[in-house]
Nanobody
């Protein structure tokens, strides 16, 4: 299974982007057996959990994105989304999704998608 993130790009501060992460090759039960998260990686920094959603729908956000970002899933499409509004330059980074049982299911986490927010 390949985790394919997309939707990044260059946007001005205040703009919006919608990221998608498809668990390509996953069957429905594999997708729903996981909790999902979006992470952000910036140079010289540890990766940061931006948002997460459990398989029963519980959602958490990093304080830095609360009120601006929304995580959701479409289980039939095996896809996790991250709607990002009111983007700030500090949101810049490489975004990728991950799953709670990625190692067990041997997911290939892929390269992520780059988000650049200009001031």
């Amino acid at each position: 299974v390949q985790l394919q993130a997309s939707g990044g790009g260059l946007v001005q501060a205040g703009g919006s982007l919608r990221l998608s992460c498809v668990a390509a090759g996953a069957i429905f039960s594999t997708f729903t057996d996981n909790d999902w998260g979006w992470y952000r990686q910036t140079p010289g920094q540890q990766r940061e959990l931006v948002a997460s959603i459990t398989n029963d729908g519980r959602i958490t956000y990093a304080d830095t994105v609360k009120g601006r970002f929304t995580i959701s899933t479409n289980k039939s499409k095996k896809t996790v989304y991250l709607q990002m509004n009111d983007l700030k330059p500090e949101d810049t980074g490489l975004y990728f999704c991950d799953a709670s049982r990625a190692d067990y299911y041997q997911f290939n986490r892929g390269r992520g998608t780059l988000v650049t927010v200009s001031s």
